[in-house]
């Protein structure tokens, strides 16, 4: 007799849990990633890419610097436009504790080193995937887009669009270094 | 002569021998000679009534054959040919059950269902088509010839049941439970009766070669009203074309416009066209009602079936459910997933008709769980069995008039 | 707590059987004038003790038919609704990138009904909660009434007695009373039992005959069937990795990583076909290469080493398959010819006396950096795909797609200075002229140029084939499920068991036969044995008395 009832109560658990995990399933776990594009005080969604010199890198890398991601392309003039204040920030604060990272939403390796060579970018510039993970990841569709993101690695604050307002831009970095 | 219209020609003829099989089946029912229990009547005309029949499918499988010839390919790719072909599958199931039960009432039944079928399917476009790529696969042969095979098992639950219930509702009774027995009866019949209205008015309609042609300005878009447009599209939409009669019969034409929430270039059509099929079902229904079967249609119908045993009716309703549903089950679910799978990449899709088979599937599941396990016999069984034919039509026909998706390509 | 029964025959019966298992004689009182209820042969189903606990009760509710049935019902009506509008899912993403919110899809193609339906989640439907909830409360209750159900009825038909209690046979549906036969009908009944392909259970003073007990099985059968199926589902959706679905650009001409996969495809070639005289396609199909990529993967810096692994025509209801990942036809387009890949030509700068001096291709997606021709080495030092000049004078590119190819090249080789010449090329003859590559490579004095030698150097893409790929790694079970239900139908409906159980009493003999479908093919069955046998009568005759009063009763209502 008991040996039944134990037999039930196990049937039964099973088919509890696996409700209980549909519910959970809907209720949180889907949250994140229906609504997908991450908002300000969300974790940045981490990547590795390769860089110029054929180097990964790792966003959760610079966990503990303030990290701005520029998400941009040759081809875009407004992200040529900004280029020159990256690189002035980058040069103001990089012993501070700040990282650049440019991420070129394709991979013409010759198109991009001349663009770099040409304007003199010394912050590093990584290629996203060729399907575009990380703009994907990131919800970019107009480029330029720059998100500045804490050291803890959530997200601080970002703008979309360009070229980019050097005065919110450096006193944001400013408000976040650790 | 060619193929094509031979072919066209043998599912006419088929058409008129069902027709004529019908009259026989009827006759061995209520004709002289069984009032009078002439000897040999009802066994002359059952064999009138089921020679008729079996010469009626040898034209309709002589048209699936010639069709199939001439297009080179099985012709059960669009509604016309998917139609015809679950006529087609009907015929051969009632001839089958006929030799297994020799009841006459079951081809009187049965052969009339095949023959409004075979009309209703000839409503839509009847042109040979080559097959688009996603047909190009040999599971058009196996799944669709399956499923429609399936599902004219349960056509002949549905006659079964039917029957059964005419037998049993007592005309004569007052209470409330024969009266809601007859009010329901009179509504399925009515159902079936429209599909017939509906044939004829766009066959008379056709007839007389008078189209109605509504356009948008630079003629890209237009709807053709077969039936006069009682109701027309909204005019900021579409207008009557120039070419087009305004009046029909001295009535201007649109009389009025559809409301402003049919959208798109057909809803009003379609609204149109249940306009005229309901009202002169109604029409003729009053009439009917005034004239040959002023206690209803049911009350008329349900004279033809007083020799009948209801319990035999019952198991045959019942037995033809249970063959078909595997049968359905395979062709309409297990096919139609493997197919799914090799052309779209899933099993399944969650596309319209998928769903709607499989709530085919669920509703006959149901049904034999409450046959089975709680004992619904009688009359509660027949009542699902009609109800379950009503859900396979409008998984055939009415998904595709009125939801489309990806089975779109076998809509009008 | 009493847990037995026993009948007069001697057999100890469980709680709350209503027949007893062996002698079929009723353990509670029954109405006199009604057929015995044979469903699950009267004994007791698992789930109906007394005194319940809370697990019981909730075990009861599970393994009740009627629950089962209104959960099928919820199913089938909620299931319905979500055919209303398309559902979310059929609002494709390409590459991930979605073309219209499905809010907005919602409210502007149905109004006000369009965004109601979208609020109640009804435009997601199939992938619910409250669908999936459904669907294990229906496992559940599969599972349940399995369970209560099967292993009593083993227990019952497994110790049968041929022996029946005359009330369990005068209440069976088909039953027979005689009272005079010949002594010999004995062998003849069973002889022609057995031909009827019957087993025939002969003891003292009765006969027993069965066929197609497996039947009974059938419905257990398709519930496991359908516990398989799923229990695959919920996997399906617990698993991610076992599933993948998404639909890819493949640009003709062009090798392109797979996302989330090891692959690399390549799009030869699109073909559109149309049939003869109509507007109606005939062919979509893309002529591809399959690529395993062995290292160097998506590592824009170094060419990927590639393996390839297979070719062919992926067509609509042909997908490529390998390795569980399946490639299918989904859509296309046709675009205005754009250059992929040039087959270039390096030659003397000197018209007169042109020389050539090798051939290489030239990419206009990604060009290689470097490139080694005869006794020359050219390094490519830019490339914009759309040239132009910017407002400030410096060259740069408009867009991301090769409309205006300009490339800038140093080459070292003979008689060249160590520092290398730069020279430009634009394979467009409009470019060509309009930035005047011959005179800038005369300026810089540069002894070579690129050129190609006729069109058949130039390498066009004119379609985007769009595929769909896919992996699905639960599919056999999913599959085995509905095979394994299909076969427990078949059982269960295509065949029936019947048994017969006939009993004698002196010259007195009863006959009761029981069927659990299928009653008129069995009646006519059993009505053929007993002519063979000797007896004379009639089909009707062994309709049960009971029944036929029945039937007389209602006709005169």
Redo the contacts between chains.
């Keep these: 007799m008991n040996q039944k009832r134990w037999f039930r109560i196990v049937i039964l658990l099973i088919f509890l849990v696996m409700s209980g995990y549909t519910l959970w399933n809907h209720f949180y776990h889907d949250q994140v990633s229906v609504t997908g594009i991450p908002k300000i005080g969300d974790p940045a969604p981490d990547f590795e890419l390769y860089n110029l010199e054929n180097q990964k890198i790792k966003l959760s890398g610079y966990s503990g610097k303030v990290v701005v991601l520029n998400f941009w392309g040759h081809w875009c003039e407004p992200c040529q436009q900004e280029m020159p204040t990256f690189e002035k920030v980058w040069n103001k604060f990089k012993d501070k504790g700040l990282v650049i990272i440019g991420v070129h939403l394709g991979q013409e390796a010759v198109t991009v080193k001349h663009f770099v060579d040409q304007y003199g970018i010394t912050f590093p510039i990584v290629y996203d995937t060729s399907d575009l993970q990380t703009a994907h990841a990131y919800g970019i569709d107009p480029i330029p887009d720059t998100y500045i993101i804490k050291p803890d690695g959530t997200i601080a604050d970002f703008r979309i669009g360009g070229p980019i307002d050097p005065d919110w831009l450096a006193s944001t970095i400013q408000n976040n270094l650790p | 002569m060619n193929l094509e219209v031979f072919s066209s020609n043998s599912l006419l003829i088929s058409f008129f021998l069902y027709l004529i099989s019908f009259f026989g089946f009827v006759w061995s029912i209520v004709g002289k000679g069984s009032l009078t229990k002439a000897a040999n009547h009802t066994e002359r005309w059952n064999r009138i009534g089921f020679g008729f029949g079996l010469a009626a499918w040898l034209a309709h499988v002589t048209f699936f054959l010639t069709r199939w010839a001439a297009a080179g390919h099985i012709p059960t790719s669009n509604m016309f040919e998917f139609m015809t072909f679950l006529a087609m599958m009907i015929g051969f199931t009632m001839l089958a059950f006929y030799l297994y039960s020799r009841n006459a009432i079951l081809g009187a039944f049965s052969t009339p269902l095949a023959a409004i079928i075979i009309a209703f399917a000839s409503v839509f476009p009847r042109d040979v088509?080559?097959l688009?790529?996603?047909l190009?696969?040999y599971?058009l042969k196996i799944h669709v010839t399956t499923a429609a095979f399936g599902e004219s098992f349960f056509a002949i639950g549905f006659a079964a049941g039917l029957m059964y219930l005419l037998r049993t509702t007592?005309y004569s009774a007052k209470d409330a439970r024969s009266a809601r027995a007859k009010r329901w009866l009179e509504v399925v019949l009515s159902v079936v009766m429209s599909i017939i209205v509906f044939c004829v008015l766009v066959f008379s309609f056709k007839a007389t070669g008078v189209t109605y042609i509504f356009q948008n300005a630079d003629a890209s878009k237009e709807a053709v009203y077969v039936l006069p447009p009682l109701v027309g599209p909204n005019p900021s939409e579409l207008t009557l074309s120039e070419a087009s009669p305004n009046s029909w019969n001295g009535v201007h034409v649109p009389l009025v416009q559809a409301p402003s929430?049919m959208k798109g270039k057909d809803a009003a059509r379609k609204f149109n066209t249940v306009i005229w099929t309901t009202v002169i079902t109604a029409l003729v229904y009053g009439l009917l009602r005034l004239t040959v079967a002023r206690r209803g249609l049911g009350a008329v119908l349900s004279r033809m079936t007083t020799g009948l045993d209801p319990?035999?009716l019952d198991?045959?309703s019942y037995?033809t459910i249970?063959?078909g549903?595997?049968i359905f089950?395979?062709g309409g679910?297990?096919f139609a997933?493997?197919w799914a799978?090799?052309?779209?990449?899933?099993?399944w899709d969650?596309d319209?008709k998928e769903?709607?088979a499989?709530?085919v599937f669920?509703?006959y599941?149901?049904y034999l769980?409450?046959r089975?396990?709680?004992?619904w016999l009688g009359a509660k069984s027949a009542w699902l069995t009609v109800i379950g034919f009503l859900i396979v039509m409008f998984t055939l026909v009415g998904?595709n008039l009125v939801?489309s998706?990806l089975h779109s390509y076998a809509g009008v | 707590m009493i847990d037995s029964v026993k009948c007069e025959c001697g057999h100890a019966n469980p709680t709350e059987t209503v027949l007893c298992e062996s002698c079929g004689k009723p353990l509670i009182e029954l109405p006199e004038h009604e057929l015995l209820e044979m469903r699950y042969d009267g004994i007791a189903r698992r789930s109906q003790r007394t005194n319940p606990s809370v697990t019981d009760r909730i075990w009861r509710f599970f393994s009740s038919v009627k629950v089962a049935v209104n959960l099928i019902i919820f199913t089938l009506l909620l299931s319905s609704v979500g055919t209303i509008f398309p559902q979310e899912s059929t609002l494709i993403t390409i590459d991930g990138f979605k073309e219209i919110s499905p809010e907005e899809y919602y409210s502007s193609t149905y109004g006000a009904a369009g965004e109601l339906y979208y609020a109640f989640g009804f435009s997601h439907t199939y992938s619910s909660w409250w669908l999936t909830l459904l669907l294990i409360l229906i496992g559940t209750s599969l599972v349940i009434c399995s369970l209560d159900r099967i292993l009593p009825l083993y227990r019952a038909l497994s110790k049968q007695q041929a022996k029946k209690h005359p009330f369990f046979l005068r209440r069976q549906r088909l039953s027979l009373n005689r009272s005079s036969f010949e002594e010999s009908w004995n062998v003849q009944f069973l002889l022609a039992a057995k031909k009827h392909g019957y087993k025939t259970h002969e003891v003292e003073d009765a006969i027993f005959l069965e066929k197609n007990r497996f039947s009974r099985w059938g419905p257990y059968i398709n519930h496991i069937g359908l516990i398989v199926f799923l229990i695959a589902l919920v996997f399906r959706s617990m698993v991610p990795d076992w599933t993948m679905d998404q639909y890819n650009a493949f640009t003709e001409g062009e090798i392109r990583q797979v996302p989330n996969t090891p692959f690399y495809l390549e799009n030869k070639k699109f073909t559109l076909e149309y049939y003869p005289n109509e507007s109606i396609p005939k062919l979509f199909q893309t002529d591809a290469v399959l690529y395993k990529c062995t290292s160097n993967c998506d590592n824009p810096n170094v060419d990927p080493t590639l393996k390839e692994l297979m070719t062919k025509p992926i067509r609509v209801n042909e997908p490529l398959e390998y390795d569980g990942y399946s490639f299918y036809q989904y859509q296309f387009s046709i675009i205005p010819p754009q250059l992929n890949s040039i087959h270039v030509t390096l030659r003397s700068l000197n018209l007169k006396n042109q020389q050539t001096y090798g051939q290489f291709t030239l990419s206009l997606k990604n060009p290689k950096p470097e490139y080694t021709v005869g006794e020359y080495h050219l390094t490519l030092i830019d490339y914009k795909p759309d040239f132009s000049i910017s407002a400030d004078k410096k060259p740069t590119s408009k867009t991301q797609n090769a409309n205006a190819p300009g490339f800038v090249f140093q080459v070292n080789g003979p008689n060249i200075p160590a520092e290398g010449k730069k020279f430009m090329y634009f394979p467009l003859p409009k470019d060509k002229a309009f930035y005047r590559e011959a005179d800038l490579n005369a300026k810089v004095g540069s002894p070579v140029e690129l050129g190609v030698n006729g069109m058949q150097d130039l390498n066009f893409a004119t379609a985007i084939s769009y595929l769909n790929v896919r992996t699905d790694r639960v599919l056999p079970w999913i599959f085995a499920g509905i095979i394994l239900f299909l076969v427990g139908v078949s059982i269960g409906l295509y065949w029936q068991h019947r048994r017969v159980w006939v009993r004698f009493d002196g010259s007195n003999m009863i006959l009761g036969a029981h069927t659990n479908k299928n009653w008129l093919g069995f009646r006519r069955e059993l009505y053929t044995i007993l002519i063979k046998s000797g007896l004379t009568l009639d089909e009707r005759d062994l309709v049960n008395s009971i029944e036929q009063e029945k039937e007389i009763s209602n006709d005169e209502s």
């Design positions: 088509e080559p688009i790529p996603a190009q696969s599971w007592d929430f319990e035999d198991e045959l037995r249970a063959i549903y595997p089950a395979l679910l297990l997933m493997i799978k090799e052309a779209w990449g899933r099993f969650n319209p769903v709607w499989a709530i669920l509703f599941t149901a769980h409450l089975l396990s709680r004992g998904v939801i998706g």
